[in-house]
């Protein structure tokens, strides 16, 4: 992986303006709705944001949580899953931010963290 900034993917359940909030600060984010992945199985949300080398932003912690398991067990790669609270958009973005400066696209890489 070349990249050093995290570039992220929001799955259709977080709000847009986050990935607004994010972009107006120079951040590479996209959203599911940017690249018709709505009504995407989650499984499908997670295989998109790894064809892309992206970090997946979601609220479904459940679902995700086993899809990283199962990542895990079967030691494919993925660049990290960010699983966020329901928060405002712009707490969201505030606590992206947070990572998104502090932590490398490599270091994020199979990695889950919780904001």
């Known amino acids: 992986m070349n990249t050093l900034f995290i570039r992220l993917y929001l799955d259709e359940d977080v709000n847009v303006l986050v990935a607004n909030l994010i972009r107006a ?6 959203a599911a709705r940017d690249v018709a992945q709505l009504h995407a199985s989650d499984a499908e949300q997670l295989a ?3 064809s892309q080398t992206r970090t997946l932003v979601t609220h479904n912690r459940t679902d995700f ?3 990283v398991q199962t990542y895990f067990a079967s030691e494919q790669t ?11 958009p712009q707490e969201i973005a505030q606590r992206l ?5 502090q932590v490398t ?7 889950v963290r919780y904001i």
Do not use: K, P, T, W
């Open 48 to 50: 998109y944001a790894v």
């Open 97 to 101: 931010l947070v990572i998104l400066n």
């Open 78 to 88: 993925h660049y990290g899953v960010i699983f966020a609270v329901r928060r405002s």
């Open 25 to 30: 600060r120079g951040f590479d984010i996209i």
């Open 105 to 111: 696209a490599e270091e994020m890489q199979n990695q």
């Open 65 to 67: 949580e086993e899809l």
